[in-house]
């Protein structure tokens, strides 16, 4: 049950495209296509923005996408907004009705 | 529209014990499963446990085996989590979620803070 690695920190200017790679093991990102993300506003609770790897909630812009290769998920941003600074979360099934999170990366928008 | 409200967190000591509660609303609650997760001071989120829309399974992460237990009422609409033996590192914001999307944690309610001190 360790965590999932991510950056730290990525960062970007309005309208640049920028991705967050999420990587495990082949017991949870690569086991499963149950791969998810999240966007956290501080002080707020977590948003849904992508699941199943690469699904959208009704109501997420479609500049979020997410892929997944082998053991390692990604979450991109395509034209990053203002509003999109924030700290982003993967989540994985890990088998055995477990969990798993990433360490969290935080967006800055330039 | 789906709504989540935690309540029951709090101050407490080491060693002692506190019931956390989760109201749903919005949604067949007794048909889907339901989560806690948690996020410590200034940390990322952990997955804490979850349990089977008829309570019949419930997993929980291995820091809190033995310690917690979660549990809940389909006639209330209610989650619970019991916790007991606290620890200063159980200090976080505790969240109750749905998984109403299969195998997904989607929807949040807005956390309770449990302070072990």
């Known amino acids: 049950q360790s965590a999932l690695t991510q950056p730290r920190s990525v960062s970007g200017s309005p309208g640049q495209s920028v991705t967050i790679s999420c990587t495990g093991t082949?017991?949870?990102?690569?086991?499963?296509?149950?791969v998810s993300w999240y966007q956290q506003h501080p002080g707020k609770a977590p948003k849904l923005m992508i699941y199943?790897?690469?699904k959208r909630p009704s109501g997420v812009p479609d500049r979020f996408s997410g892929s997944k290769s082998g053991n390692t998920a990604s979450l991109t941003i395509s034209g990053v907004q203002a509003e999109d600074e924030a700290d982003y979360y993967c989540?994985?099934?890990?088998?055995?009705?477990?969990?798993?999170f990433g360490t969290g990366t935080r967006v800055t928008v330039l | 529209e789906v709504q989540l409200v935690e309540s029951g967190g709090g101050l407490v000591q080491p060693g002692e014990s506190l019931r956390l509660s989760c109201a749903a609303s919005?949604?067949?609650?007794?048909?889907?499963?339901m989560a806690w997760v948690r996020q410590a001071p200034g940390e990322g989120l952990e997955w804490v446990a979850n349990?089977?829309?008829?309570?019949?399974?419930?997993y929980y992460v291995d820091s809190v085996k033995g310690r917690f237990v979660i549990s809940r009422d389909n006639a209330k609409n209610s989650l619970y989590l019991q916790m007991s033996s606290l620890r200063a590192e159980d200090t976080a914001i505790y969240y109750c979620?749905?998984?109403?999307?299969?195998?997904?944690?989607?929807?949040w309610g807005q956390g309770t803070q449990v302070t072990v001190s």
């Open positions: 979620a749905t998984y109403i999307i299969t195998a997904t944690i989607d929807c």
């Open positions: 919005g949604y067949p609650f007794s048909s889907y499963w």
């Open positions: 349990i089977k829309d008829d309570g019949s399974e419930k």
């Open positions: 082949s017991s949870d990102v690569g086991g499963y296509n149950y």
């Open positions: 199943g790897v690469s």
């Open positions: 989540c994985s099934f890990a088998g055995s009705h477990t969990y798993v």
